[in-house]
């Protein structure tokens, strides 16, 4: 008997609400891909995200309609031939992954050789709201060495004044979320060096952000919507000191291991980034993630409940996944 794929929907609340420029939400739904083969199961998770096109039931068609070839033997570097990079190449191809480690016995560390994985200092995220509310979210959470601040609106220089204020030990990432335009970029970069920033996602949009390389980076610069496959990074040249990989962008490991390596190359900085998802989904990303300039690997710090197995959170240290979870 072939390998035999299956697709399930699960939903996570958020502890509160997640709130970037495009929007709030309250729950994280995500997608697990199950692909079983001689009484083993790999399992991958991807979170469909709408800015990029994708509902849950187009993502869960996407994984559906390539069983056959899964069940033929498709394997994972056939795979990004035959989808698209995205959200349901992601959960197939980690799925491809844990089943691969499942049946060999041979751990995806192992698979990947290199040294044994290392606990990580992931980035906390907070979410867009007051300038007062996101002081607070800050005051809260101070002590955490990394924090990235979700902005995107007309009068971010007090939302970034005031975080900063709140949390003058922690390192900050601004996460602009395509919000920012030509005319108040430079403005806002400004301010962003004055507060000691020491990254800034997506300021512009995807494919409106031409003026990046007109501007002097006074903090470096990080590709997230403008950026998903290795493809990609030739367009990036001039314009971004760095690139965000997530797997759901990139449609799995396998492409955002290359994508990475690409990156470094090119001497692009690494950041590894994640949807809101449960810890199944992170698993694969903390292996990712070993040796990245900045990790942002706190989904399931944001949920109020994640699955069982988990990722072992200390404070905003991630550690490496067991294989109970994944891999």
């Excluded at 979210?137 to 002590?143: E, M, S």
């Excluded at 975080?163 to 430079?186: C, F, R």
């Amino acid at each position: 008997m072939g390998r035999v794929l299956s697709v399930t929907g699960e939903t996570f609340p958020i502890a509160g609400a997640f709130t970037i420029s495009r929007g709030s939400k309250t729950e994280a739904e995500v997608l697990v891909c199950t692909i079983a083969e001689t009484g083993k199961e790999g399992r991958g998770e991807c979170v469909p995200y709408k800015r990029y096109g994708e509902t849950l039931e187009s993502v869960s068609n996407q994984i559906e309609a390539i069983g056959a070839a899964i069940a033929r033997g498709l394997t994972r570097t056939e795979l990004l031939d035959a989808m698209p990079a995205g959200g349901a190449r992601n959960a197939v191809d980690c799925a491809l992954w844990d089943l691969e480690a499942k049946i060999s016995g041979k751990s995806v560390v192992a698979m990947l050789g290199g040294a044994a994985p290392q606990p990580l200092i992931t980035a906390y995220t907070l979410s867009l709201g007051s300038p007062e509310s996101m002081a607070e979210q800050a005051r809260k959470n101070a002590g955490r060495p990394l924090l990235k601040i979700k902005l995107g609106t007309d009068d971010d220089a007090s939302r970034l004044r005031a975080v900063a204020t709140a949390a003058p030990n922690s390192k900050l990432i601004v996460d602009a979320n395509e919000g920012w335009t030509d005319d108040n970029l430079e403005k806002h970069l400004t301010i962003a060096a004055e507060c000691g920033v020491v990254l800034i996602e997506q300021p512009l949009p995807a494919g409106k952000d031409s003026k990046l390389a007109k501007v002097a980076h006074v903090v470096p610069i990080c590709a997230d919507e403008s950026v998903h496959v290795a493809a990609d990074l030739e367009s990036l040249r001039g314009l971004y000191d760095a690139v965000n990989i997530k797997l759901d962008k990139a449609g799995g490991l396998t492409e955002a291991l290359r994508l990475r390596d690409a990156a470094r190359a090119d001497g692009f900085g690494i950041m590894v980034g994640c949807m809101v998802g449960s810890s199944l989904a992170m698993a694969p990303a903390v292996l990712l993630a070993q040796g990245a300039d900045y990790v942002d690997l706190d989904g399931p710090l944001l949920l109020a409940r994640d699955r069982t197995p988990a990722l072992r959170y200390d404070g905003s240290t991630v550690s490496p996944p067991e294989p109970t979870l994944w891999g």
